[in-house]
């Protein structure tokens, strides 16, 4: 027991730097910015907002008041924001939420939260990968280029496909996947249904991020320059198609038609569209001023995202009646249901899925550089395999991790089921905050007198209302949710028990001077 609740001293995360080799320190809080702005802007704004408008039959939507919705998300993102902001000024080295855990809480909550953190970064990028697949492939449509059903999809997809024909949609999504089971080629007559876009996008991001982590953020400051551009150019258009009869339509419901259910429920939904601001902490280790730039970069990029998201929801739900919307496009959705000239529409279509691709190329770019970043730290510690945590001796960077990451996330995307990998992202994440906040509160008691360039204001309460917050967003999750992350746990635990246990350098140390 003593050992599990062992704690890693901020003194031993320091050394660890000088005894085992550190990462190159070449970011400022601009990267550090924008790193954050492209992991959080991507997949949710431009794929779960439409299920967080509508809902599905199990979680009712919010309507209009999505923006009410944003709100509280963002508000409940805010207190967790100080709490990561603290730490990362503090401890300033790779990590993440696992290694502000293994300082504050102990070595066995630090190996949960580290095995949680997979959820939110690869779990959570494979179904990213697969929805960039899906709006790359209506992106080459538009020049002519038509992939094949059986290399753009999955097997459960095309298969659900087929039965939705046969029950009668007439939707052109539905039916071109449903072509993939008829037009595959077979091997030992299993048809062989593969998502080549999204294996080969992440294929092509693994080997960005092993070449050098300056390269992957100048590229990353690129796209989200391009992509904020794009959002911009969506609001300015979509303003001259907005008819305000429809946020408060009497027909529909009203501006909250399923009232505060709909908008806490919308609020746990969209939480998936804020997830990334947290993935700034884990390049600590790699920033020229962690004290100062770690805390800007990631209320910045929290404070922009949240400004972009209410823009957003107030003008696509100005443009189309909010019960049209629940599409994993509804951008584009709004585009097609307003009324305006049809050659404009269509250029606007056009440029939305130009946009939703780079953005979910970004989210997909920051989140694969901030999983090693994890690995690398837990296998420092001897809680993984030691070679997980080898530096490249040219590019400086956690190429291993890199590498196994991308086999991972790239093969899982090539024939998951977007619904099979996304559910756990969103509680995982949750979970993560809770612990952070936590540990800010252990930590201020345990070491009072430690230096803390960043204070979160208004201690101990403010972290105390980031637990609440983000504990009532878990609870209005479904319950297959919890049960696959109470599956994921166990399966951690098990593999802490059979080797991080026995081969901690924590444990080590200790048997040493014992």
Known sequence: MSQLLRRKSIADCESDIAERGGLRRTLNKWHLTALGVGATIGAGIFATV?????????????GPAIVLSMVLTAVACGFAALCYAEFAAMVPVSGSAYT????????????????????????????????WSGYFRELVSHFGVQLPAWLATDYRSAHDAVQAVAAGATDATNAFLATAVGNAPHLLGVPVIFNLPAFLVVAVITVLLVIGIRESANSNNAMVLLKLGIIVFFCAVGAFFIKPANWSDPALGGFAPNGFSGISTGAAIIFFSYIGFDAVSTAAEETRNPAKDMPFGIIMSLVICTVVYIALSVVMTGMAPWNVLGTPEPMITALEHAAGPPAILKLSRLIIAIGAVVAMGSVLLVFQLGQPRIFFSMARDGLLPPFIAKVHPRFKTPHVGTILTGIFVASFAAVANIAEVVDLTNIGTLFAFILVSVGVIVLRWTEPQRGRPFRVPGSPITPLISVVACAYLMWKLPLVTWKRFGIWLAVGLVIYFLYGMRNSRLAGRARVSQ
Do not use: F, K, Q
């Open 50 to 62: 439409g299920t967080a408008i509508v809902g599905d039959p199990a979680r009712p939507g919010a």
């Open 100 to 131: 502000y855990a293994y300082a504050s809480l102990g070595e066995l909550v630090a190996w949960i939260i580290g095995w949680d953190l997979i959820i939110e970064y690869a779990v959570g990028n494979i179904g990213v990968a697969i929805g």
